[in-house]
């Protein structure tokens, strides 16, 4: 799945070691997503969407 | 929030690996594979002569360690984050079913009598230390060929 979470981790200034832990995964993951080699599961992508106040759909885009 | 659990922690000479990490998970796996190694130099001298109940006790003490062990491993898989949780099962799925055709290779080829026995040595494989070897080793294997793709 293409996502923007880069951009939008971006916005924040977050490092992606900041946003693994507010998201309480590991940096590797959050580089995985944003690479786009891994869809992260769904508990995973709602907990990213209320991070950034955003509904799944905005943040991820199926290919 | 609490960080996630990381397979490096237990990967010896990596940036993250941890002594006490790694005997936490495993050390019951040692333990295993020191009772069984134990028992096998014991069993044709000592432990032959002892009651039946005791040899079966130090014949299963191994597999209670093991049990302990699958538990020990399985609760920190559990504090994983999803991303390696799914490396790590992967990996074990990898080394389990690898090591079982191994030893069952090797054992169809033991009583085929393909390996020379001299002075009554033999050549099987099917040991608690012989398997949690090979499964140590198909295990990082495992992990490595599965975290490729997320690199």
């Known amino acids: 799945m293409k996502n923007c979470l880069r951009e939008l981790r971006a916005d924040k200034e977050w490092s992606q070691g900041d946003l693994a832990q507010k998201l309480g995964v590991s940096r590797q993951t959050i580089n995985a997503i944003e690479t786009e080699k891994y869809d992260p599961s769904l508990p995973l992508a709602l907990k990213i969407g209320r991070l950034f106040k955003r509904s799944v759909e905005d943040i991820f885009e199926e290919r | ?151």
């Open chain 2, 1 to 151: 929030m609490n960080q996630p659990n990381h397979p490096d922690e237990i990967w010896l000479g990596k940036k993250e690996y941890s002594i006490w990490t790694d005997w936490r998970v495993n050390g019951w796996l040692f333990t295993a594979t020191i009772i069984s190694g134990a028992s096998d130099i014991m069993f044709p001298h000592w432990v032959r002569q002892c009651p039946v109940s005791l040899r079966a006790a130090i014949a299963v003490a191994p597999f209670l360690a093991v049990l302990l062990w699958v538990r020990s491993l399985a609760q920190w898989i559990r504090g994983m984050d999803e991303l390696h949780r799914r490396l790590m099962l992967s990996a074990i799925l990898v080394a389990t079913s690898a090591t079982f055709f191994v030893v069952m290779f090797w054992h169809r080829l033991d009583v085929a009598g393909v390996f020379p026995s001299k002075s009554g040595a033999s050549w099987d494989i099917a040991t608690v230390g012989h398997s949690f070897l090979l499964m140590t080793c198909f295990y990082f294997l495992g992990y490595r060929v599965c975290s490729r793709r997320f690199r």
